[in-house]
């Protein structure tokens, strides 16, 4: 298999992140990586549109050339081609959780989170139309989210409940593509600073 890939963008490296956790390179599934140069726009071109016409990565190719995206979409495949350890839930109430955690994460903090990256930071300056007031809205509507997300992990050791899931892979991605935003973890926030502690050091979190 092949994974078009970028070394700093948030979506390939949940795939990078699933795959160290499944330990797939070690049982031997061969997944080569492909740079995709954004900054460069090598997404835009021609030759990578053809791949994904959307222009993003991570696209993960199959061997016989079927091309899958969304990085949600691509986990779970490897999940359902590699059952072990279970990452989206070994109960039916655990995967509604995992679920309900992962799409709150993406739409209340993920997506924001590109938005006050492209409303606020320099590599945008003359790519996009930057409104630097949606961007400070959309980074103070994150810092929330994040506060909300403290408590929650006052409860539990993971997002998602008692076991390390896709979830906490959606959420420690989206935390350090917050950092260039300015969007950290505060120090009043100790439940969330055990968790980022403990999944920053996990081997798969250098993926
Ligand atoms: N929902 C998609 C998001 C993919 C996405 O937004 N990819 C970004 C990097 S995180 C990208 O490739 N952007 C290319 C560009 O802006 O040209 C997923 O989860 O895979």
Request: glycine share 6%; with cysteine; aromatic share 10%.
């Amino acid at each position: 298999m092949k994974l078009y890939d970028n070394d700093f963008a948030p979506s390939p490296r949940r795939v990078r992140m699933f795959i160290a956790e499944k330990g797939l390179e070690a049982r031997g599934v061969r997944i080569t990586r492909v740079p995709v140069d954004i900054a460069a726009h090598e997404t835009q071109v021609a030759a990578f549109l053809e791949v994904n016409p959307l222009g993003e990565v991570p696209v993960l190719e199959l061997d016989d050339g079927t091309r899958l995206q969304e990085s949600l979409a691509i986990c779970r495949y490897l999940e359902s081609l590699h059952p072990e350890p279970c990452l989206f839930g070994a109960t039916p109430l655990a995967r509604a959780r995992i679920e309900a955690m992962t799409l709150g994460l993406m739409f209340r903090i993920y997506v924001p989170t590109t938005q006050a990256f492209r409303h606020t930071h320099r590599f945008w300056q003359g790519r996009v139309t930057q409104i630097a007031e949606y961007g400070a809205l959309t980074r103070e509507q994150v810092l929330a989210e994040w506060q909300r997300i403290d408590g929650l992990l006052a409860a539990r050791p993971f997002v998602a409940g008692d076991s390390f899931s896709f979830a906490d892979i959606v959420a420690f991605t989206t935390l350090e593509f917050g950092k260039p935003s300015g969007i950290r973890l505060q120090p009043t926030q100790q439940h969330l600073s055990r968790w980022y502690a403990a999944i920053a050091a996990r081997p798969s979190s250098k993926a």
